[in-house]
């Protein structure tokens, strides 16, 4: 295992956050609102990412890059565990534990992200929903947490709102699903928050408020003395 740096205080500067498999940037939007300085790396080109980005191997860098950053991120795909991917029957790579692996390697607080399939895969996850942050969508995504960061479970609104049928037009006084090839993109973006994305990037994307509400916790892990940080 790599021992975490000591990393000295520097006034004026925000904590770095690595993005692992960051796609379109829904999680790091939400980690800069929260006040970290993110820097985006992802297998394929990501014209979209709205902060300083790198085209790599996700895991290969955080393996050489990791122990440098304050905080870690990562999203591997989700597609393995997908409703819609798997009703595709398509083959997708099962990285959720070489990122745990690599992410453990580093020494460095960490979450893990994926989509409901892939709970049992994960190790005791938080579970976020848009009715936690107001937002008007259902969007369930699970967290792992790890490197002694910890996330409190909050309290789960009850869903009464109906669902728009997955691909189907949104009609008054339901939430949209989002998902597939979803129609309504100016609706997700607006309802999600993410008015930079085109519609791959909706259907995949972590909601920056669900990123923002874990940044603030991990700023407040790490002020109360979790690692040493740059800020």
């Known amino acids: 295992m790599t021992h975490p ?4 205080r520097v006034r004026g500067r925000r ?5 692992l ?9 939400g980690y800069a609102d929260a006040g970290f300085d993110v820097t985006g790396v992802d297998l394929a080109p990501q014209p979209r990412y709205p902060f300083p980005f790198v085209e790599a191997d996700a895991i290969a860098f955080v393996l050489e890059h990791g122990a440098a950053f304050d905080f870690i991120h990562a999203s591997p795909p989700c597609q393995l565990d997908s409703e819609c991917q798997r009703i595709q029957a398509k083959d997708h790579p099962d990285l959720i534990a070489p990122t745990r692996t690599a992410l453990e390697a580093t020494g460095r607080p960490w979450v893990m992200e994926n989509v409901g399939g892939a709970v049992p895969k994960l190790r005791a996850p938080v579970m976020l929903c848009g009715q936690m942050f ?6 369930h995504r699970f ?11 909050p309290d789960h609104p009850p869903h009464l709102m109906p669902q728009a ?13 989002f998902v597939g090839n979803f129609s309504g993109v100016p609706l ?22 669900y990123a923002e509400h874990i940044g603030r916790a991990a700023l407040t892990w790490l002020a109360a003395g979790g690692l040493e940080v740059a800020a």
């Open 165 to 177: 049928k997955m691909g189907r037009p949104v009609p008054p006084g339901h939430y949209g699903q």
């Open 5 to 8: 740096t000591a990393i000295r």
């Open 21 to 29: 498999f960051c796609c379109q940037g829904g999680a790091a939007k």
């Open 15 to 19: 904590p770095r956050l690595l993005d």
């Open 188 to 209: 997700a973006r607006e309802v999600l928050g993410v008015p930079w994305m085109n519609r791959d990037g909706i259907r995949e994307c972590i909601p920056p408020a």
């Open 143 to 153: 967290f792992e947490t790890g490197g002694g960061f910890t996330l409190t479970q």
């Open 134 to 139: 107001a937002l008007a969508n259902y969007r």
